[in-house]
């Protein structure tokens, strides 16, 4: 993992520089939406994400405090990622993401969470995010 520099002063950029690739934000989506917290679960995802990438961009997540990683309790070889409250900070947006791409393209698998944003944008944003925060250790 390459050490992330800032390019400007500019929020977006700042952002763009953890986000601008096509993976990182899909593991965010996973664990916020599917509840995913380790590698072979990460490695089932449908856009099928290379190995290297996936431990590249974990690390990344890791060293700059959007997850955490810890030894699973049952299995001493396996790791375990969680949200931090950084991490749990992106549920809007990643959200708003989600709305904004199902306009375009027909919700698939995550039409009831869409639906559910429509009806209670707030709501919906606050009981995701209550259920993360529910995990941090």
């Known amino acids: 993992m390459k050490e992330i520099k800032p390019r400007s002063g ?3 950029s700042y952002t763009l520089d953890f986000f601008g690739d096509k993976w990182s934000l899909l593991i965010m989506r996973d664990m916020v939406i599917g509840g995913k917290a ?23 997540l890791e060293t700059y405090g959007f997850v955490t990683k810890q030894v699973a309790p049952d299995k001493k070889s396996k790791f375990v990622y969680r949200l931090t409250e950084k991490g749990i900070g992106l549920v809007p947006v990643i959200l708003e993401i989600g709305l904004w791409g199902s306009q375009f393209h027909p919700p698939g698998l995550g039409a009831e969470l869409i639906d559910a944003l429509h ?17 941090l250790a």
């Open 10 to 12: 500019c929020p977006l």
């Open 38 to 60: 380790t590698y072979g679960e990460f490695l089932g995802s449908d856009e099928k994400i290379a190995t290297n990438i996936l431990a590249d961009r974990l690390s990344m």
């Open 119 to 135: 009806v209670d944008r707030t709501g919906t944003i606050q009981k995701i995010q209550d259920s993360l925060r529910s995990k």
